[in-house]
């Protein structure tokens, strides 16, 4: 039963355009979402995240959009540059879980120069 | 610095023997989590812990055991039983209920 689901495995997309990435939850309990970035052989690190009380967050090259209809949230990087070549997971986590997140398989971007 | 360390980054393992996985954070977390990454399956969770003497199986917990003593600790056992122990293992930290984790830099397992 996968309650986060990234459906796309693999993303491939030219530098300087946008990469948008895809996720779908289960659970109407989940009120806050986050994005993580990974490189080979190393720990996940924090990217950005949004509570369910808002639809949009942004930092910088990055944008979270949350549609609770739909339960799918994605996260817009743009301009994409080579360095944001890596996989990125979807988590999420319910109030009453005391903070457990439930991650997605992850997917792997990759930026062509 | 604070932060949260696991050790050895590289292990390999005899079938049949269990093995520990260090994990060490001196961010003052109250909660503590093991995660496994295979291949396409994302992160799963083994084992996770809120508060100290206290810990729940995640969706993956059969062939592991934990504990946590302290703190700042939260080791993880591949015991024997695990049949597929091959994998990268995670370990992570959170004040709890905040949503966000500190993870380590991971450890990756190879039974030969």
């Known amino acids: 039963d996968q309650q986060v689901k990234q459906n796309s495995p693999s993303l491939s997309v030219q530098e300087g355009r946008i990469s948008i990435l895809n996720c779908d939850y289960t659970n109407s309990m989940f009120d806050y979402f986050l994005w993580y970035k990974k490189y080979p052989a190393e720990g996940p690190t924090f990217l950005i995240s949004?509570?369910?009380?808002?639809d949009k967050n942004e930092d910088g090259r990055f944008t979270v959009f949350l549609n609770k209809s739909a339960k799918h949230l994605s996260l817009h990087i743009v301009p994409s540059q080579p360095g944001d070549s890596a996989v990125y997971f979807c988590?999420?986590?319910?109030?009453?879980?005391?903070?457990?997140?439930?991650f997605g398989q992850g997917t792997e971007l990759s930026v062509k120069p | 610095d604070g932060g949260i360390t696991q050790s050895p980054k590289y292990l390999f393992r005899k079938e049949g023997q269990n093995v520990t996985l260090s994990c060490e954070q001196n961010?003052?977390?109250?909660?503590m989590y093991w995660y496994r990454q295979d291949p396409g399956q994302g992160l799963r969770l083994i084992y996770y812990?809120?508060?100290?003497?206290?810990?729940q199986k995640g969706d993956i917990a059969e062939g592991y055991s934990v504990s946590r003593e302290k703190k700042e600790s939260f080791p993880l056992t591949v015991t024997s039983a695990q049949k597929n122990p091959t994998a990268f293992y995670l370990c992570?930290?959170?004040?709890?209920?905040?949503?966000?984790?500190?993870f380590g830099s991971g450890t990756r397992l190879t039974v030969v």
């Open positions: 949004i509570s369910s009380i808002k």
């Open positions: 812990s809120q508060i100290v003497n206290d810990f």
């Open positions: 961010l003052n977390h109250d909660a």
């Open positions: 988590a999420a986590s319910a109030g009453n879980q005391g903070g457990k997140l439930i």
């Open positions: 992570a930290s959170s004040i709890v209920a905040s949503g966000g984790y500190t």
